[in-house]
């Protein structure tokens, strides 16, 4: 327990100090960088998927994944634009779409924790299904003329500089940590996740805990899509398409274990920031998205390969310790 | 009576039979509602497309055998499919074996970063093949400078391949493509069932460590599978490229998903250990038909194709889960009492599997 949590800090140390260095590169390259405009503009290019982050933390914790995140998010914007179309006054639609996000992740929930089958396959299907309900509502249009008011609220800065989306993502961060890391039901996200079957039998309801984190994470989905909507002002059948990659890398990369258990909200919060400011720089000096997109798959791959050299590292040391000490024993 | 029918029906198999009953059902359904259906264009087009995929789900096989997934075959098939076509349109002497072989070793390269990474790096497959998803599309994108490669540059005998016939079934045209694919299901399905190498993907997919513990290079054999699997996808780069000629830098983007929707649908377990190929080529088979027929029936618009293919793989999965798995323990159990003797490790392999579950 104690190594474990010794790995962590220092997987935190190292995105911290990364960080650092990515941040005074980025403040010699480009002028602009520390503007006020740019830092919040940094945060808002990607609020939407740091806050779905936010939830997928909870469940990779939990051992589970959602891949179908960003269909969720594609779902909602659609179901929305759709409604809007139909004449549905907006508040009204707001709130039928937020309905459908609980609904959804019911019923991926139920799939996962009541019949048992596994999150990645149910979820996979939903990826795909769920862009397809998307697809079939707007099919190939592309909606936009909502209320003046709504595209204010995504595009305008609400408090100082910063926009209701911002907002939103302090008050669920804070929420966050605090469930996570001060409360039962955060402890019992890790016990589920470090063993399900000990979990069971020490009373907690992991069904409950698990369709509870899957409708959080649905609604929260269709959340950050309503912020996107309000912040593009237009919908269209792919939008948010491919936003899960970036969102499990946030997670992952933020030291959280794909196989559940371990992880913390300082890691993910780091590493968000990280992702966050390599892509603004290397933005700021000309590289296009598509090659930030490829760093980002690299970093994803590293942010487990490197602590597992790390881990290898160590055991080979302890190994050669304790043969030491068992020949000095035996003498 | 009863014991005659276990002994020859496995579940599995059961499982392959009500799926060819699903197909034939389709067809009959929209031969129903499309005129012309039964026609040899209508054969061309899903053959023709089946192929691809299915010869990407085979290596999806592969992997998903051992208990890992390889998600980067998309970005594979594309890459292939528009490396091989610049090079041949920059170049049009380039022998038929030499480009194949190109493919080949293009996706055998990309195969082998995902398998040393997942074997010998201990990355979880799906972080792996996300990041290299993401990491072959993006190299391709920077090398082709956001040109085309077009149909008029390539080849004639490229094409051919495509839109040639090699003979005849009564109407239906058996293009080379097609037979090419088939040849592959039969040689893997073969390879899985009869030798070593496919008989420990099974039991390395039951229970990794058990396979571990008992000798077996565990590490080895899962990292030739992303091999193979790479192979086969940059094969069926090739074949896209044949096949459509016109080749973009989006090209083949979300084929993972097909694949593994062929995979999950033919009764291959996502958690490894039971599967086989026919079932994947049933699973594309079914798809795609699907497809297609949707496409060119106007009860319903084709944006439709993805919500059933999600509704269509969550069925699958929950079929494998609730009733498939309940039929394997059955006849496990009663197999136990019958012939304890003869046991395979195949039916052994499918067993655990179904205990996992």
């Given at each position: 327990?104690?190594?474990?949590?010794?790995?962590?800090?220092?997987?935190?140390?190292?995105?911290?100090?990364?960080?650092?260095?990515?941040?005074?590169?980025?403040?010699?390259?480009?002028?602009?960088?520390?503007?006020?405009?740019?830092?919040?503009?940094?945060?808002?290019?990607?609020?939407?998927?740091?806050?779905?982050?936010?939830?997928?933390?909870?469940?990779?914790?939990?051992?589970?994944?959602?891949?179908?995140?960003?269909?969720?998010?594609?779902?909602?914007?659609?179901?929305?634009?759709?409604?809007?179309?139909?004449?549905?006054?907006?508040?009204?639609?707001?709130?039928?779409?937020?309905?459908?996000?609980?609904?959804?992740?019911?019923?991926?929930?139920?799939?996962?924790?009541?019949?048992?089958?596994?999150?990645?396959?149910?979820?996979l299907?939903?990826?795909?299904?769920?862009?397809?309900?998307?697809?079939?509502?707007?099919?190939?249009?592309?909606?936009?003329?909502?209320?003046?008011?709504?595209?204010?609220?995504?595009?305008?800065?609400?408090?100082?500089?910063?926009?209701?989306?911002?907002?939103?993502?302090?008050?669920?961060?804070?929420?966050?940590?605090?469930?996570?890391?001060?409360?039962?039901?955060?402890?019992?996200?890790?016990?589920?996740?470090?063993?399900?079957?000990?979990?069971?039998?020490?009373?907690?309801?992991?069904?409950?805990?698990?369709?509870?984190?899957?409708?959080?994470?649905?609604?929260?989905?269709?959340?950050?899509?309503?912020?996107?909507?309000?912040?593009?002002?237009?919908?269209?059948?792919?939008?948010?398409?491919?936003?899960?990659l970036?969102?499990?890398?946030?997670?992952?990369?933020?030291?959280?274990?794909?196989?559940?258990?371990?992880?913390?909200?300082?890691?993910?919060?780091?590493?968000?920031?990280?992702?966050?400011?390599?892509?603004?720089?290397?933005?700021?000096?000309?590289?296009?998205?598509?090659?930030?997109t490829g760093?980002?798959g690299v970093?994803l791959i590293l942010?487990v390969l490197?602590?597992?050299?790390?881990?290898?590292?160590?055991?080979?040391?302890?190994?050669?310790?304790?043969?030491?000490?068992?020949?000095?024993?035996?003498? | 009576?009863?014991?005659?029918?276990?002994?020859?029906?496995?579940?599995?198999?059961?499982?392959?039979?009500?799926?060819?009953?699903?197909?034939?059902?389709?067809?009959?359904?929209?031969?129903?509602?499309?005129?012309?259906?039964?026609?040899?264009?209508?054969?061309?087009?899903?053959?023709?497309?089946v192929a691809i995929i299915a010869v990407v789900a085979v290596g999806e096989t592969l992997v998903i055998l051992t208990r890992n997934y390889d998600l980067s075959v998309g970005s594979i098939v594309g890459f292939t499919a528009y490396f091989v076509g610049t090079q041949l349109?920059?170049?049009?002497?380039?022998?038929p074996l030499a480009a194949v072989l190109m493919a080949i070793g293009l996706g055998a390269v990309m195969g082998l970063i995902n398998g040393v990474l997942v074997a010998y790096g201990r990355v979880p497959s799906i972080i792996v093949t996300l990041g290299t998803l993401a990491i072959y599309r993006a190299l391709l994108v920077n090398y082709s400078?956001?040109?085309?490669?077009?149909?008029?540059?390539?080849?004639?005998?490229?094409?051919?391949?495509?839109?040639?016939?090699?003979?005849?079934?009564?109407?239906?045209?058996?293009?080379?493509m097609?037979?090419l694919a088939?040849l592959i299901v039969v040689i893997f399905q073969l390879v899985i069932?009869?030798l070593?190498f496919g008989?420990r993907l099974y039991?390395i997919g039951?229970?990794p460590?058990?396979?571990?513990?008992?000798?077996?290079p565990t590490q080895r054999i899962v990292m030739t599978a992303y091999v193979l699997c790479g192979s086969l996808s940059g094969l069926a780069g090739f074949m896209f490229l044949a096949r459509f000629?016109?080749i973009?830098v989006v090209a083949a983007q979300g084929m993972e998903l097909s694949a593994i929707a062929a995979v999950v649908?033919g009764?291959v377990?996502v958690?490894g250990?039971?599967g086989?190929m026919?079932?994947a080529l049933?699973g594309a088979?079914?798809?795609?038909?699907?497809?297609?027929?949707?496409?060119?029936?106007?009860?319903?618009?084709?944006?439709?194709?993805?919500?059933?293919?999600?509704?269509?793989?969550?069925?699958?999965?929950?079929?494998?889960?609730?009733?498939?798995?309940?039929?394997?323990?059955?006849?496990?159990?009663?197999?136990?009492?019958?012939?304890?003797?003869?046991?395979?490790?195949?039916?052994?392999?499918?067993?655990?599997?179904?205990?996992?579950?």
């Amino acid at each position: 327990m104690m190594r474990n949590l010794e790995r962590l800090k220092s997987w935190e140390g190292l995105l911290l100090a990364i960080l650092v260095v990515v941040v005074v590169i980025n403040v010699v390259q480009s002028p602009v960088y520390l503007s006020v405009e740019n830092q919040v503009n940094l945060f808002q290019l990607f609020i939407e998927r740091i806050i779905v982050a936010l939830a997928m933390t909870f469940i990779i914790i939990n051992g589970e994944i959602d891949l179908s995140v960003a269909s969720v998010m594609g779902l909602a914007s659609c179901l929305l634009a759709f409604l809007h179309e139909q004449g549905v006054p907006l508040p009204t639609a707001i709130l039928v779409t937020l309905a459908v996000g609980v609904i959804v992740g019911a019923f991926n929930g139920f799939w996962i924790s009541v019949v048992g089958l596994p999150s990645l396959a149910v979820t996979l299907a939903g990826l795909i299904g769920y862009r397809g309900v998307a697809r079939i509502l707007v099919e190939d249009r592309s909606i936009g003329n909502f209320p003046e008011w709504f595209n204010r609220l995504g595009q305008q800065p609400l408090l100082g500089p910063l926009p209701l989306a911002s907002i939103i993502f302090f008050v669920l961060l804070v929420a966050a940590v605090i469930v996570l890391q001060y409360s039962a039901f955060g402890r019992y996200v890790f016990v589920i996740g470090n063993n399900r079957e000990v979990a069971r039998y020490s009373g907690v309801k992991v069904r409950q805990m698990k369709m509870t984190l899957f409708i959080a994470s649905s609604t929260i989905a269709t959340l950050a899509w309503l912020l996107l909507a309000a912040r593009l002002g237009a919908v269209r059948g792919s939008t948010a398409e491919g936003f899960e990659l970036d969102i499990i890398t946030m997670v992952l990369l933020g030291g959280v274990s794909i196989f559940g258990g371990t992880g913390t909200l300082t890691g993910v919060g780091l590493s968000i920031l990280l992702i966050l400011n390599l892509r603004n720089g290397m933005s700021l000096v000309n590289i296009t998205s598509n090659t930030q997109t490829g760093v980002i798959g690299v970093l994803l791959i590293l942010s487990v390969l490197l602590p597992n050299w790390g881990q290898a590292v160590r055991n080979l040391r302890n190994r050669r310790r304790r043969v030491g000490q068992g020949q000095t024993a035996g003498e | 009576m009863m014991d005659a029918i276990k002994r020859y029906l496995r579940p599995e198999q059961i499982r392959e039979l009500s799926l060819v009953f699903l197909i034939i059902v389709t067809l009959i359904f929209f031969g129903t509602q499309i005129e012309g259906y039964y026609s040899g264009r209508t054969f061309n087009r899903i053959t023709t497309t089946v192929a691809i995929i299915a010869v990407v789900a085979v290596g999806e096989t592969l992997v998903i055998l051992t208990r890992n997934y390889d998600l980067s075959v998309g970005s594979i098939v594309g890459f292939t499919a528009y490396f091989v076509g610049t090079q041949l349109a920059n170049n049009n002497g380039i022998s038929p074996l030499a480009a194949v072989l190109m493919a080949i070793g293009l996706g055998a390269v990309m195969g082998l970063i995902n398998g040393v990474l997942v074997a010998y790096g201990r990355v979880p497959s799906i972080i792996v093949t996300l990041g290299t998803l993401a990491i072959y599309r993006a190299l391709l994108v920077n090398y082709s400078g956001a040109k085309t490669v077009t149909t008029d540059s390539l080849p004639q005998w490229l094409l051919d391949l495509a839109r040639v016939n090699l003979f005849s079934v009564g109407a239906f045209d058996i293009r080379p493509m097609v037979a090419l694919a088939l040849l592959i299901v039969v040689i893997f399905q073969l390879v899985i069932t009869y030798l070593p190498f496919g008989r420990r993907l099974y039991a390395i997919g039951s229970n990794p460590e058990a396979a571990r513990v008992a000798g077996f290079p565990t590490q080895r054999i899962v990292m030739t599978a992303y091999v193979l699997c790479g192979s086969l996808s940059g094969l069926a780069g090739f074949m896209f490229l044949a096949r459509f000629g016109n080749i973009t830098v989006v090209a083949a983007q979300g084929m993972e998903l097909s694949a593994i929707a062929a995979v999950v649908v033919g009764g291959v377990n996502v958690f490894g250990g039971s599967g086989t190929m026919i079932g994947a080529l049933l699973g594309a088979l079914m798809i795609n038909t699907l497809e297609q027929s949707l496409i060119r029936w106007l009860q319903i618009s084709e944006f439709w194709r993805d919500a059933l293919l999600g509704l269509l793989i969550l069925v699958a999965v929950a079929t494998d889960a609730v009733i498939i798995n309940r039929l394997r323990n059955l006849w496990a159990r009663s197999g136990l009492q019958a012939r304890p003797a003869t046991e395979t490790p195949g039916v052994q392999a499918q067993e655990e599997a179904g205990h996992d579950a």
